[in-house]
């Protein structure tokens, strides 16, 4: 499944604290939670963390190669800052979409992974003073609802509506349905191993107490 790992943190709009944050990420050091995950994916071998940038730039949504001379008046669904930890932020008018190039598999089968990006979220939800946010995929029905233009709440009330609301763990986002019986790959060693298979669903709903 070629799902990405995504947060949605609800903020109070781009007024002038989350300008100050937005400035903050675009020109400063890259902040010690964010840096994590670059050296968890170096010391896991992740393409997207011997290949990340070196500077935040602003981008396209509907060009990712085309730069932005400038940031975008906000909110805007049509860019997003791209900092070099691999984040990219989209600022809604209530939302900040949060997604990163990680495959979801990864986040909800290795605990690794689950405590670095959970607190670089967490880092984003300071910096943004966040009063809710929520755990899921690239492909979550409240992801493509924050993208036509929904406010946190709709956006969690229409995936409700689809069957993809809140679970209780972690954990509980990935589903082990077994291995293929009819697909095999090629192991190192020459031998052939049944594919395995999953799902996912819902969201998780950060702890802001944790």
Not at 201 to 207: D, Q, V
Request: one cysteine or more.
């Amino acid at each position: 499944m070629g799902l990405d790992f995504t947060a949605l943190i609800r903020y109070g709009g781009p007024a002038e604290d989350a300008l100050q944050a937005i400035a903050l990420l675009k020109g400063g050091e890259e902040d010690p939670a964010l840096a994590e995950v670059i050296a968890c994916g170096l010391r896991n071998d992740f393409a997207f963390a011997k290949n990340h940038a070196e500077k935040a730039s602003w981008r396209s949504l509907h060009n990712w190669e085309e730069r932005l001379p400038e940031r975008p008046c906000l909110p805007s669904l049509e860019a997003s800052l791209q900092l070099p930890s691999d984040f990219s932020l989209t600022f809604g008018g209530d939302t900040v979409w949060v997604y990163h190039s990680l495959r979801w598999i990864f986040f909800v089968t290795e605990n690794e992974w689950q405590r670095v990006m959970l607190e670089a979220v967490k880092r984003f939800c300071g910096l943004f003073a966040a009063t809710d946010c929520i755990i899921t995929n690239d492909q979550h029905p409240a992801v493509a609802a924050f993208r036509q233009g929904a406010a946190f709440r709709d956006a969690l009330a229409q995936a409700a509506r689809q069957g993809e609301g809140e679970v209780a763990r972690i954990s509980d986002l990935f589903i082990d349905k077994g291995c293929s019986e009819d697909l095999v790959f090629k192991d190192l060693d020459g031998t052939y191993s049944a594919v395995p298979l999953w799902d996912t669903h819902g969201y998780r709903r950060l702890p802001f107490s944790d």
